[in-house]
Every structure is written in C-alpha cells, then in structure tokens.
C-alpha cells in the first residue's frame, strides 16, 4: 500500500457550519492510516489557500449560498479528478436552504436580510443597517446545492456524516474498494 | 402601456343578494359550484364577503367554499372585467398565430395578459384548449366564442366592444332572436367533413328509446355489451360491463352522468355532437336509466362550453314537454328520468369520473381513491355510470339497429365507428366520423395531412407517433384515442410540443399528490433545458427516472399519463434528444446562471461582484 505514489486531496467549507470539516477529524487514530495514504493540498485543515497541484479527489462541505462559494467549487471541479459533497449542505442546501422558503414576496433576498438584520424580534443592530461592506461576495438569490452548480461524483450523506461513513468512503475510493454505502452507516432513525 | 392593477375594487353588495342566490340553488352545499358560477357572473368575482355569506348560508365552512373558489380558473377571488376574454393557449393556436392576436387585444385594451383595466370594463386571460383546435386561434368572450381570430378581426371586435356593444352583438345584431341552435352554430363551424353511419349520418328520432321500452332492463344491458361498444372517451372501458356493475349495486338511488367535459387539448369531437345531436345523447342516458334503474342524471358540461348550455337546457326542455323526460317516460308507469346540466369551471382534471363526481358534489374537483369505483359507490355515495358523449349517442344508435349492426363495422376488437377531431397542420381539420381500423397513412391523406412529420394520438395523454408508423391502425388494439388527432408539419420543434403539452399539466394538475404536483415541474424544467441547448446525457437518464416515479406515484389518470408526452417522444424521436445533450467538457453545470443569481444582490447592495463582473474596478 505504501508504495503507491499518494493521492491528493482537498476540502472546503462553502455555506455549511464547518460540523462536517469536525466530523472529518472524528476519524480519530485512522487519521494516521489515511495520511499514509494522501497528502492534503487545499483545505482549512492545512490553511493552504489555493491549488498548488491538480488533486485526485475534492470534499466539499456546504451548499452555494453567495458568489464566493460558487467561485471557490468551480475551482474544485476544474482542480479534481473525484468531487465529493459531504453533508446535507452540500447536497441538498440544507439549514441555510430554509432561506429559499421565502417565495411569495417580490424581493424575497430583501426580505429575509431586513429580518435577519433589522425588523427581526430579538435583533439587536444598532447601525439598523444591512451589513454592506465591499468585501463581502453578494449573496445569490437563493441557496443552490452543489449538485446545482457543478457536476457531483459523490455524496456521502449525514448531518454530518459520522467519522466511520467519511473513513470508510474515503478509504475505499483511495484503494478502487468503494461500492457504496453499507446500510446501516447511512440509517439515522 | 397601462400596466392595469391585479385587483381593482371589489364591487359592494349587501349580503341579502348573496343569500338570494344560494336560495335559489336551495342553500344546498352540493350545489357549491353553481352557486359561486352564479356570484361571480354577477358580481364578476367571489369576495371576501361572498365566501364568508355562502358559507354561513349553506352550512359549509368559509375555507371550504375557498377551496372550491379557488380550485377552478373560471372563478377569481379578485375582480374580473365585466367583458372577460380568454384566449386559447393550444399548442395549435400557439402556431396559428397566437402570438400576434394576443398582442393585438394587448395593443387595443392598452392592458397586458392577465391584467383587469382599470375602469373594470376588460380582463385578458389565457386558457387552456377550449376546444377550437379545428377553428384556431379562437377565444371566450364572456359566454360567446369567436373563432379564426386575426389581427383585423381583433381590431373590429375590439371597436365594437369599446363601442359599448354586448359580446353577443359580435356574432349578430339580433343575437337575441335567433334559436339557441342558430346561436351555437354562428359561432362556432361544426366542421363535420365525413359523416359515418352510426352518429353524423341521418339519426331517426327516439328510435332507440321507443325499442327500449319493450325491453327488461338486463336485455338492455346485454344489447350494449353485445355490441361490443366501449367507452369513447380515451379508456376504452366495456360500457355493457359497466352498466352491469351498477345495476347489480344494491341501492335506493342511481345515476347516469354524462362526461362532456372533454379538455384534452385537440379533443372537440364532444363539441359536435352536443350542437348537432344533443337529443340523440339525451336519448341515450334515458336508455341507459331503464338499464341501470336509476331516475336522476347530471350532463356535466365542461365551462369553456357554456355556449351551448343555452341549446341543451332548451332541448332538455323540449323533451319534458314531449314526454321524453320526467316521470313516466312516453307513458311508461315507473319509468322515470330526469336531468340537470352541471356547469364545469374550467378545470381539465374534472374529465376524470372522479374528479367530475367530486366537482359535481360542490368539492374542489380533486379525483378520489378507486376502488371504490363510481359505479358502486360514486355521487354522494350511490352507483354512478359515468360515460361520454359520444359513448351515449352510441348507445342509443345500438338500441335501434341492433347489437350485431354495430358489432360488424369496425375492426379486431374495436367496434363501430369512431370520431375524430383532426387539427394541426393539414389541409381540412374538422371532425371526422369513420370505422375504427384504419391506418394513419390512410388517415393522413383524407384529411390533406400527407406531409406530417409527427402526429399526436389521444392527446398528450397519448401517443405521438413518428413517420415510420404511420401504417399503425387506430383501434383500441393499436393506436387508442379519445379523439383527438393533432398533425404537425416538418417545420414544427418537437420540443416545443413537448414543453407546451407538460406545461399543460403543470397548470392542470390538482396538487393532491407530490410526485405530480411537483414532478411535473421539474419534467418542465427539464425539457426546458433541451430547449436551450444545456441539457447533458444524465439529463435523459433523469427524465426517465423522474417519470417512472410520477406515473408508480401518482393516483389518478392525470399523473400517470402526464410524463407521455416526454417519454413517447423520447421513444419515438430519440435523435431530437440525443442532438441535443451534450456532456459538459469541464464538467461545471452550463444550466447555473450566476449572472441571473447575484442580480437581486447587486441591486439591493448597489455595487458590482467582484469576481464575476469584469469592468469591476470602473
């Protein structure tokens, strides 16, 4: 196994909470069996901020909520061979998605900031403005799952995943040896 | 261009008025779409107040009567003009210049589709099929119909009408003197180009009935199957055997509902036959009152019609006069029958026996779970035969000459004669009577269609075929229809048919089941994406699949054809498919507008992206 030249990887948090990047760290001791097996490129697990090579597989936790996100997968797509969303954020938009409820308004983006920022119950902003600096990416006009901006190789599903589910997918796709999820792993009632 | 407003005042009326008009229907709650037909022609919208008075007056409750008000596109909860136009948005009409009449009325009324001008004088809507395919583009006009429209045509409608002249004065001057018959047929060309020996040809009067009243009830029943006579309204169901099952229910009341709420777009045989043969249909449900035992029956008229209630309500009353209906028909000691015309509203589902029982009830015309079957348990609970049009006429023609007449015209298992209501391109569209069997090749060059790429049987619920089978035979072992034959030329985008017939069941699905409701959307949205160029291989794969789960999920007859159009297409013109999916080369989803996704952003932080506008830094 260890002669093998090691696989790439990379990961990125688009709109997510970050649990699914924790859940990969769950994997606790088999961390170091994967590591003989890849390197990790770009991810916030090594504050690399850009490719520095063409990687075998990419992760990616959260949905496209603002341009940046869009940016930063398309980026994944051209870079990896396999792309993986990982967790119900990045496959199906997940909590951040509930803001796409907001359909029987004509300026829905509007009235969900205003509610979030200004005329919500327990808001406390006391500029009673909607952040605006230059910085920030502009947000979409709704939360899009990855599945929607870019083609999609793999989902691995769970909110997050648990530390088995990512292993034994990851390890799997890294030795030609994944055929799917066992079904119990992906039960959650 | 006056933009109009999506509601204009709510006209005032005291809630004496409304209650006088639930009175009039009995204050019955069953009676719940007629009554809001009523209100809304009178006070031209079911207000606030009117759900809340009919609600209390026939003991319903308030988000009820809204359920029923809402669930039909003939009612509005907002105000509509007091001249409604409603355009016919068929595919036919769609290539026999519909663009350009629309805008000519948007020109004239100085409104945009959808909209109510502001002094409350016109509304402009679009409807689906309204059953004029063979006369298009054609047009409601509060309860008259035009036909043939044209941009000059629009123009001088449209100066009459602003001239303060009535919809009826568009079809004559002494619209009010002619004969409801006259009436229908200034209005609408019956366009009957080959007439068959069972229903257009010379029909005698009550023939059939008088030999019915010789025989016991079950010798009718088996005439009717013995002719091998099947239901003609798409299904194709043995009508003896139908009968059969309510007569054997064991029941204190029964009913005979006749279905002419034919909406399956390029279907008007229906059309024909309530204008030029409304006593041989009445004549037809009498026969099969005897058979059943049942004294009560509803015509169920579908509301892009309402132009002919006027000659069905006179014939109707013609026929009581004359001893044809009412008790003890032509004398006969317990022979009783009588009818009621139910108005539809607009609703293409209520086609379904179900959805049409329900409508019928007062409810929203939602399809019900079968079993049981309306035959043992339908109308408020009691054996209902619910047959077509044409299915009664039959009957009636069966019971004159005789089970082994019409036994011996057609082919295979398809017996008698078939109408067929032919539109699209060709050279003389119109209704067609002719012995089931015959193939589309033969078909075609009758009716001056010889250069058809394409045609569509039985509607989108049907089958689209193909040049390469045109030697298929229409019968009901081969190709089924409910009537309607729908021809395009080479010149026509499949998938332009495609999109406009599943967003035809988008706007007609009743929402009661998920896979349909929302299934129907996304098949939308698909083709769509062929439509423009963006679609990939996965994207035909996905059409499939989507389909297979709303034909398994769906429980009535409008989600398990809905995918045909999609899949029969598919089949039969899989180049047009395979042309156009192309896999992505870099693999990010060509169908992810970022442009249209940060617009609302840009505008609501007033500054540009920075990473996809280009002329950012200016």
Redesign the interface.
Same mark, same amino acid.
């Given at each position: 196994m260890s002669d093998l030249p090691k696989a790439r990887i990379a990961t990125a948090s688009l709109a997510g909470c970050f649990g699914c990047h924790m859940a990969i760290l769950d994997i606790d001791e088999r961390l170091i069996e994967l590591m003989k097996l890849v390197e990790v490129d770009r991810s916030p697990l090594t504050d690399i901020k850009r490719f520095t090579k063409r990687c075998d597989i990419g992760i990616i936790e959260g949905g496209c909520c603002?341009?940046?996100n869009?940016?930063v997968l398309?980026d994944f797509?051209?870079h990896c061979d396999v792309l993986i969303a990982i967790g119900q954020c990045a496959i199906m938009g997940g909590l951040p998605a509930m803001r796409n409820a907001i359909m029987h308004s004509d300026?829905?983006?509007?009235e969900c $900031?205003e509610e979030a920022y200004i005329s919500g119950k327990y808001i406390r902003n006391t500029t009673h403005s909607?952040p605006?600096d230059?910085a920030?990416?502009?947000? $979409?006009?709704?939360v899009?799952p990855c599945s +929607?901006?870019? +083609?999609i190789d793999y989902n691995i599903p769970g909110c997050a995943p648990t530390g088995d589910v990512i292993y034994d997918t990851l390890s799997g796709l890294l030795t030609g040896r994944f055929h799917g999820f066992e079904r119990e792993e992906i039960r959650f009632d | 261009m006056d933009e109009g407003l999506p509601a204009c005042e709510v006209p005032l009326v005291s809630d004496a008025e409304i209650m006088a008009v639930c009175e009039g229907y009995g204050n019955d709650p069953h009676r719940m779409l007629d009554i809001l037909r009523d209100l809304q022609d009178r006070f031209r919208c079911i207000s606030p107040q009117i759900l809340t008075v009919v609600a209390k007056q026939t003991g319903s409750t308030r988000v009820a009567v809204e359920g029923v008000a809402t669930f039909y596109s003939f009612l509005s909860l907002t105000p509509k003009g007091r001249v409604t136009i409603r355009l016919c948005d068929d595919i036919v009409d769609r290539f026999s210049g519909l663009a350009e009449v629309t805008e000519a009325f948007e020109t004239e009324l100085g409104i945009k589709l959808g909209h109510t001008s502001r002094d409350g004088a016109f509304s402009l809507d679009y409807t689906p099929c309204i059953g004029l395919c063979d006369q298009a583009p054609a047009a409601m006009i509060n309860d008259i119909v035009v036909t043939n429209l044209t941009v000059e045509k629009v123009r001088g409608i449209m100066a009459a009408l602003k001239s303060g002249k009535s919809p009826e004065a568009l079809i004559s001057e002494r619209f009010g003197e002619l004969k409801p018959h006259e009436r229908a047929t200034r209005m609408v060309d019956n366009n009957i180009r080959h007439a068959g020996p069972v229903l257009l040809g010379p029909v005698p009067e009550d023939a059939g009935l008088r030999k019915a009243l010789d025989l016991a009830p079950a010798d009718i029943v088996d005439a009717v199957e013995a002719s091998g006579l099947r239901g003609c309204g798409g299904a194709g169901f043995v009508t003896g055997r139908k009968w059969r099952f309510a007569a054997q229910e064991p029941a204190e009341r029964r009913f005979i509902f006749c279905n002419a709420d034919e909406g399956e777009p390029g279907t008007f045989k229906d059309r024909v036959l309530l204008t030029e043969r409304p006593h041989l249909l009445i004549e037809g449900m009498t026969i099969a009152a005897k058979a059943v035992g049942a004294k009560e029956g509803v015509l169920y008229l579908r509301g892009e019609y309402v132009y002919l209630r006027e000659l069905l309500q006179s014939v109707i009353e013609e026929r009581r006069e004359r001893g044809l209906l009412g008790p003890a028909i032509l004398g006969v000691e317990g022979f009783d029958f009588d009818l009621r015309i139910q108005m539809g509203a607009g609703a293409y589902i209520c086609g379904e026996e179900g959805a049409l029982i329900s409508s019928c009830e007062g409810l929203p015309g939602e399809p019900k779970t079968r079993p049981p079957f309306p035959v043992t348990k339908g109308y408020l609970g009691f054996p209902t035969v619910v047959n077509n049009v044409e299915t009664f006429c039959n009957v009636a023609r069966i019971l004159d000459r005789g089970a082994e007449w019409f036994h011996a015209l057609g082919a295979g298992g398809s017996h008698g004669t078939k109408l067929f209501s032919v539109s699209g391109d060709c050279l003389n569209p119109g209704v067609y009577e002719l012995a089931y069997g015959m193939t589309m090749r033969d078909f075609l060059s009758l009716v001056g269609g010889e250069e058809a790429a394409a045609v569509q049987v039985g509607g989108p619920s049907g089958t689209m075929i193909a040049r390469d089978s045109f030697h298929r035979r229409l019968s009901f072992d081969d190709l089924t229809t409910g009537g309607a034959i729908t021809i395009f030329g080479p010149e026509r985008n499949i998938l332009e048919i495609v999109e406009y017939y599943i967003s035809f069941f988008v706007h007609e699905s009743c929402g009661y089941c998920t896979p349909c409701r929302v299934g129907n959307v996304f098949l939308q949205r698909a083709i769509g994406k062929f439509r423009k160029g963006l679609a990939n291989p996965k994207d035909i794969e996905y059409l499939k699949d989507l389909s297979a789960t709303i034909i398994e999920t769906s429980r009535c007859g409008l989600g398990t054809t809905s995918p045909r159009p999609i899949l029969e297409t598919m089949e039969n013109f899989p180049l047009v498919y395979s042309a156009l999916a192309k896999p992505s080369k870099d693999r990010i989803r060509a169908t992810f507008d970022i442009q249209a996704a940060i617009d609302d952003a840009r505008k609501l932080a007033k500054r540009r992206s920075y990473i996809f506008d280009r002329d950012f830094g200016q």
């Open positions: 603002n341009e940046e869009v940016h398309r797509r051209r300026d829905p983006l509007r $900031l909607i605006n230059p920030l990416p502009l947000l $979409l006009d709704e899009y +929607e901006v870019v +083609e | -």
